[in-house]
Antibody
Framework: EVQLVESGEGLVQPGSSMKLSCVAS????????MNWIRQAPKKGLEWIAL????????YYADSVKGRFTISRDNSKNTLYLEMNSLRSEDTAMYYC????????????WGPGTMVTVSS | DIVMTQTPSSQAVSAGEKVTMSCKSS????????????LAWYQQKPGQSPKLLIS???TRESGVPDRFIGSGSGTDFTLTISSVQAEDLAVYYC?????????FGSGTKLEIK
């Protein structure tokens, strides 16, 4: 059974940094691209970053480019999101999602971890 | 960026009724080399993370009831629920994966009368 479990939930001040983790199990993690997607309270879904199975390519939404960094450690079956210069508009539920076999749809999602940026 | 427009924003139906919802993209999602449409549909029930229903515009995921039907090509897509059940109460999102940035529609909220 595929499982994705995010961690790193918390309340942080504007301008600060935070790192999220997502531990994967139930599939061969090193064979699949992975994504971070967020959802602000009462809002829709926003894709923010993807990373290829071997970390050879990474893509970001303009809203986080230059501030967030996606990475992975295939030996630990873990996906990361390093978030710097956090803003109030980054307040959201952050989901880790597995990429599909042949396309960048999201076939499994974690339960999410909440990040609140507020003074 | 490819803009995804979903209509209606909300819809209320009775159990057993048929419901359709639309998703339009600002450019074609049909890749000419493989004739596939790079469009997915997700269901997000209250308090839960989204669940993939359909990929490639019309390919139902394993375990998804056959009352969920995806159709369309190019820029116009539809999700049909042939006979709505009470458990289908959710927000439905479309997503294009033709190009980055990957983008979602704003969602259609399905309410059960």
């Amino acid at each position: 059974e595929v499982q994705l479990v995010e961690s790193g939930e918390g309340l942080v001040q504007p301008g600060s940094s935070m790192k999220l983790s997502c531990v994967a199990s139930g599939f061969t993690f090193s064979n699949y691209g992975m994504n971070w997607i967020r959802q602000a309270p009462k809002k829709g879904l926003e894709w923010i970053a993807l990373i290829y199975y071997d970390s050879s390519s990474k893509y970001y939404a303009d809203s986080v480019k230059g501030r967030f960094t996606i990475s992975r450690d295939n030996s630990k079956n873990t996906l990361y999101l390093e978030m710097n210069s956090l803003r109030s508009e980054d307040t959201a539920m952050y989901y880790c999602a597995k990429g599909g076999l042949w396309g960048w749809y999201f076939d499994f999602w974690g339960p999410g971890t909440m990040v609140t940026v507020s003074s | 960026d490819i803009v995804m427009t979903q209509t209606p924003s909300s819809q209320a139906v009775s159990a057993g009724e048929k419901v359709t919802m639309s998703c339009k993209s600002s450019q074609s999602l049909l890749y000419s080399e493989n004739k596939k449409n790079y469009l997915a549909w997700y269901q997000q029930k209250p308090g839960q993370s989204p669940k993939l229903l359909i990929s490639w515009a019309s390919t139902r995921e394993s375990g998804v009831p056959d009352r969920f039907i995806g159709s369309g090509s190019g820029t116009d897509f539809t999700l049909t629920i042939s006979s709505v059940q009470a458990e289908d109460l959710a927000v439905y999102y479309c997503e294009q994966y033709y190009d980055t940035p990957l983008t979602f529609g704003s969602g259609t909220k399905l309410e059960i009368k």
